[in-house]
């Protein structure tokens, strides 16, 4: 074994040489420096500091120096890591305090803003009203009853006493539905009834359905859309609503149906209220009647006192509702119901006309139109 080179220089050794481990400490502190973000730094970091950096592999050349030139190399080493190790540490806090700063602002979340962006709505005045009459009627022990839009002609007009060809059929502005299966001269074809089906323009055909479907004693309460062809204007609407009233037992009469009436308008408009019938003619009940309920606002003190002129009904003292009567019972016949053992009473009416008389809508297309600004003031009731 030959004794140790005491003659050996480290500073012989290339990468220990003084300057070079300077080199290389600036080399990787201008890395550090020159580091834009927080990935850039991890990179130089392995560069300069990992085992394959400059300084790492100095670092082991030093073993192979003679004792006494070690512990020179080593301190110049040394410092030179440690100096690189503090820059990167101090940078690696300056990086990240700029990243904090940055998210900050880019993630702030402004808790000044409105939460409420989307406004509630509100439901449509027609759905409450409908569904306030009927509570009237399911508190009495009536049933709801519903029936489709698109109906059987037999059930909007000949069930219901309408004789084939009757101009009544026109009178109600049908919307008859082409028929799928009308071949020839289907192209001019303008309706006509061929299919049989029309958009129902009542709802007094549900009364028919619900007498098919029930054994009498039978109480509906029949809420629904109807169509007529109307163009829309402040007055008419092709769609809207009615509410239909079937009654069928034994023993009801005239004065069943009265009270009946009354009772409603009373629970729609308050005590004191009442009802007139005033005789009229529809096919499917006899007698039949219009229905005309008191102005709920002058109570029919309008009438004949010029100082008190009233705007809901004209100064008429009354507001006309809609139609009534005794179930016909050629009606009860077309339904399987006997007439000897059986009487009914029945009434049918606009939910839109009620509407606009009980709050003051002047406008029919303001109720079509589904605009929030037209329905919010009614309010959320359920
Ligand atoms: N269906 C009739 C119409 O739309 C209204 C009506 C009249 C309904 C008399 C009835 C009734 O139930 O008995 O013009």
Redesign the pocket.
């Known amino acids: 074994m030959s004794a140790p080179n005491k003659s050996y220089d480290p500073v012989e050794v290339e990468a220990l040489k003084p300057e070079e481990i300077a080199r290389m400490r600036d080399e990787a502190l201008a890395a550090i420096a020159a580091a834009g973000d927080l990935e850039a730094l991890r990179e130089v970091k392995v560069g300069h500091t990992g085992d394959r950096s400059p300084l790492a592999l100095a670092n082991r050349e030093i073993g192979a120096l003679p004792p006494h030139a070690k512990a020179d190399a080593g301190k110049r080493v040394g410092q030179a890591r440690g100096q690189v190790n503090q820059a990167l540490k101090a940078r690696q806090e300056e990086l990240e305090a700029e990243r904090d700063a940055r998210v900050l602002v880019e993630e702030a979340v402004d808790v000044t803003l409105p939460y409420d962006r989307i406004p509630a709505g509100a439901r449509h005045p027609i759905t409450t009203l409908s569904e306030r009459i009927e509570d009237v009627f399911v508190a009495m022990g009536y049933e709801v009853a519903e029936g489709p839009e698109v109906e059987a002609e037999w059930f909007n007009f000949d069930a219901l006493n309408f004789p084939p060809d009757h101009p009544a059929r026109e009178m109600?502005d049908t919307f008859f539905v082409r028929g799928a299966r009308s071949g020839e001269g289907d192209e001019g074809d303008e309706g006509g009834g061929s299919s049989g089906l029309v958009l129902r323009?009542?709802?007094?055909p549900v009364?028919i359905r619900s007498m098919i479907d029930r054994e009498p004693p039978i109480y509906v309460v029949c809420p629904g859309r109807?169509f007529r062809t109307d163009e829309l204007d402040a007055t008419h609407t092709p769609v809207f609503h009615?509410v239909?009233?079937?009654a069928v037992d034994e023993g009801l009469t005239m004065a069943d149906l009265k009270g009946t009436l009354d009772h409603m308008v009373r629970a729609l408009f308050g005590e004191g209220m009442s009802t007139r019938l005033r005789p009229n003619f529809?096919p499917?009940?006899e007698p039949?009647a219009e229905m005309d309920m008191l102005c709920y606002v002058c109570r029919g003190e309008s009438v004949g006192n010029p100082d008190r002129p009233c705007r809901t009904c004209s100064s008429e003292g009354w507001i006309e509702l809609?139609?009534?009567?005794m179930?016909n019972p050629r009606v009860l016949v077309a339904c399987g119901v006997d007439p000897e053992k059986y009487s009914g009473?029945?009434?049918?009416?606009?939910i839109e006309r009620m509407l606009m008389f009980r709050h003051n809508v002047e406008d029919m297309r303001d109720m079509v139109e589904g605009d929030v600004r037209f329905t919010r003031p009614f309010g959320m009731e359920i």
């Open positions: 109600q323009t009542h709802t007094s009364q109807t009615q239909e009233l079937l529809f499917f009940t039949s809609g139609g009534c009567g179930v009473f029945a009434f049918g009416f606009g």
